[in-house]
């Protein structure tokens, strides 16, 4: 025993050994962007934030060593950019002249090491520093994986790819979200990869989207899960065992610069608990939106848990929808359909932003919600599908943006009560 805890504490102590940290750079990028750049040996946990008196971006990476202490002054209107470490953590400040837009630092591996960027935007107008709720989508399955194939030979991996575009869009074209996309086309996506991206994109939560498969046919409906190690019914007990058997290859296949969730949950026991019981709220707010789709019938009507390593991350609020079972007839022909699929992307981005709602970003559109969204029209929208897609009437949007009688185009931003 004594020596099976020794080989685990060599592990560990080499897991949390520091990498070290150096400044890059600061270039500007299109339309007024400022990146500032940091490099790594590897992907770190990392917290961000802005201070307001007076202005300022905070960013501390942990488990880092920072090669020389940095202490920049540059052009509006950033003033300094600071960087010490002590304890293990690198704290880097940018310290600014006024408010500004900015988005949560994203990690990249370029060949050699691991690039950190944060980006900031001057704008005119700001009473706080403001960033976006990144949302990284992850569609289930592709390329060489096709998942469950249905009843009506409709393949799990083009139904989840057709729900994670139909929520993506929505989040996109919406102020205050901004949305990452784990596969975009009909891509072959390693586990591992799919979690790592979700860090490596800087998310505030990670929705994996699914459809189920079962022996019988009659089983059917939708159903949410968060990770536990103990599954709630016979059905996650299942879906559980056949992630387990499908991941053990890639459990071990992580790269040198990627984040080793497992040992995280070891280092950071207290964020992993908040992590889990804000994935479980996350959840809920989903799966309240589905009790309320009227074309699909739920599975479970509470939040299930389930082992799937996908959700995993030691601070990412993650959650799992499964949309419906493929073997069931019923719900293969509503998953089918555009507008049984557009119905779960809407019933998904309402639980995210209500999730929000309740758990409020600080310097994002939520901190101080005023109960309505803004919406940028796109060349083919109409009214009557953006309200579908917001859960409003089409009546609503008229009345509170003035378009009776009135056409829409592309770049115009309306306002969504919500």
């Known amino acids: 025993m004594n020596k099976f805890f020794l080989i685990i504490c060599i592990i560990i102590s080499a897991f949390v050994k520091a990498n070290e940290i150096k400044f890059h750079e600061v270039k500007k990028l299109e339309n007024e962007v400022i990146q500032i750049s940091f490099l790594l040996e590897k992907v770190s946990f990392i917290k961000s934030y802005s201070l307001v008196d007076p202005s300022r971006l905070v960013v501390d990476v942990y488990k880092t060593n920072l090669k020389s202490s940095v202490s920049e002054v540059y052009n509006y209107p950033i003033k300094k950019i600071r960087a010490t470490s002590e304890n293990g953590i690198t704290r880097i400040v940018v310290d600014l002249y006024e408010f500004i837009n900015w988005k ?91 979690y790592q991206s979700a860090r490596r994109y800087g998310a505030d939560a990670f929705i994996s989207i699914h459809a189920d498969g079962f022996r019988l046919e009659s089983v059917n409906g939708a159903s949410v899960f968060i990770w536990s190690d103990e599954s709630s019914s016979s059905v996650a007990r299942n879906l559980s065992e056949k992630e387990r058997q499908r991941i053990q290859a890639q459990i071990k296949n992580l790269k040198s610069y990627d984040f080793n969730e497992d040992y995280a949950r070891d280092l950071y026991p207290n964020t992993y608990k908040k992590k889990i019981s804000q994935s479980k709220v996350l959840g809920i707010k989903i799966l309240d939106q589905l009790k309320r789709d009227p074309y699909t019938k739920l599975h479970k009507k509470n939040v299930e848990f389930a082992d799937f390593r996908v959700l995993k991350s030691v601070d990412i609020p993650s959650v799992l929808v499964e949309s419906g079972f493929l073997t069931n007839p019923g719900d293969a022909e509503r998953l089918k359909s555009k507008a049984g699929r557009r119905m779960i992307g809407r019933s998904i981005f309402l639980g995210i932003h209500n999730y929000f709602k309740e758990v409020p970003i600080s310097g994002s559109i939520l901190e101080d919600y005023q109960n309505y969204l803004n919406y940028e029209i796109q060349q083919g929208d109409v009214i009557s599908e953006i309200a579908i897609r917001f859960g409003v009437t089409v009546d609503t949007i008229n009345k509170t943006n003035n378009l009776k009688n009135k056409s829409i185009f592309p770049g115009q931003v309306i306002r969504i009560d919500i």
Not at 108 to 125: H, I, M, P, Y
Not at 152 to 158: A, P, S
């Open 104 to 194: 949560k630092p994203t990690q990249s591996f370029n060949g050699e090491q691991v690039v950190l960027n944060l980006e900031l935007t001057n704008a005119k107008g700001l009473k706080n520093n403001i960033r976006d709720i990144v949302i990284a989508i992850d569609a289930g399955h592709g390329g060489r994986d096709p998942g469950t194939v249905g009843s009506n030979n409709i393949l799990e991996k083009d139904v989840t790819l057709l729900i994670a575009k139909e929520l993506e869009r929505t989040l996109r074209d919406t102020s205050g979200y901004q949305a990452v996309m784990i596969r975009n086309d009909d891509d072959t996506v390693s586990l591992n990869d799919r």
